[in-house]
């Protein structure tokens, strides 16, 4: 028989399927293969392209796992900017001088153009998009991720908030704000910069930052189940 597959979409916590990570768990789990990751930085828009164009792909029998990202991130030419890496810049990290230019040119941009009003809108109309689509799919094995576990645009809380709950299993474990804050800044970083892996914001497996395990236990998989 064969297996099913499993399809992310989404940002750097949906990005890595080495093992160890949250996604190769999951998979082992559910008995699948990872056929599809996210992308490391990537926008809203992005996600739902790629979801758009793997929608006909995706059998009855597959499993779906979409992130929502946040809408401030943007993609300019192929490359993902976001306020992360503005921020991860003040903290001291120092890109790749090939992205430095880019950057800066990024910051004066969003300065200029973008406000709260045009973040909305561009929330609204893209969820509204993802939600369709992900109602439309072969498979209703379906689960949905975003930061903090909000209500969606139809003003429905059927998302999980994978980093509110990585962050509550860190500040158990006795790390602060700013320790955290650091974490995944500089994580964001090195998603920039392509040098290193995020290991999903969940701390390189074996280290003092893994919490897979933890974020597993509090993970609701009763969607994708058979």
């Not at 028989?1 to 080495?18: E, I, P, Q």
């Not at 597959?62 to 306020?83: A, N, Y």
């Not at 090939?98 to 809108?121: C, G, P, Q, S």
């Amino acid at each position: 028989m064969t297996k099913s597959k499993l399809w992310l979409f989404g940002d750097s916590y949906v990005a890595n399927k080495r093992p160890g990570t949250w996604i190769h768990k999951v998979a082992k789990q559910l008995n699948c293969t990872v056929e599809h990751v996210g992308e490391d930085s990537s926008s809203l828009e992005v996600s739902a392209w790629e979801l758009h164009c793997c929608k006909n792909k995706i059998a009855h029998n597959d499993k779906v796992i979409f992130m929502f990202t946040q809408p401030h991130r943007i993609t300019l030419k192929g490359k993902h900017f976001s306020v992360p890496t503005l921020e991860a810049l003040e903290l001291g990290y120092k890109l790749h001088p090939e992205l430095d230019e880019d950057v800066k040119l990024f910051k004066k941009f969003y300065a200029r153009f973008i406000d709260d009003t045009y973040l909305k809108h561009k929330q609204i109309l893209l969820e509204g998009f993802v939600t369709y689509m992900l109602e439309e799919l072969a498979t209703d094995k379906v689960m949905e991720l975003d930061f903090d576990g909000e209500s969606d645009w139809r003003g429905i809380n059927n998302r999980q908030g994978i980093m509110d709950i990585s962050s509550t299993i860190y500040h158990d474990k006795g790390y602060s704000d700013e320790d955290i804050r650091k974490q995944y800044e500089s994580q964001q970083y090195c998603a920039s910069t392509k040098n290193m892996t995020c290991w999903n914001h969940m701390g390189k497996p074996g280290s003092q930052w893994d919490i897979v395990d933890e974020v597993l236990e509090q993970l609701d998989l009763s969607a994708l189940q058979d």
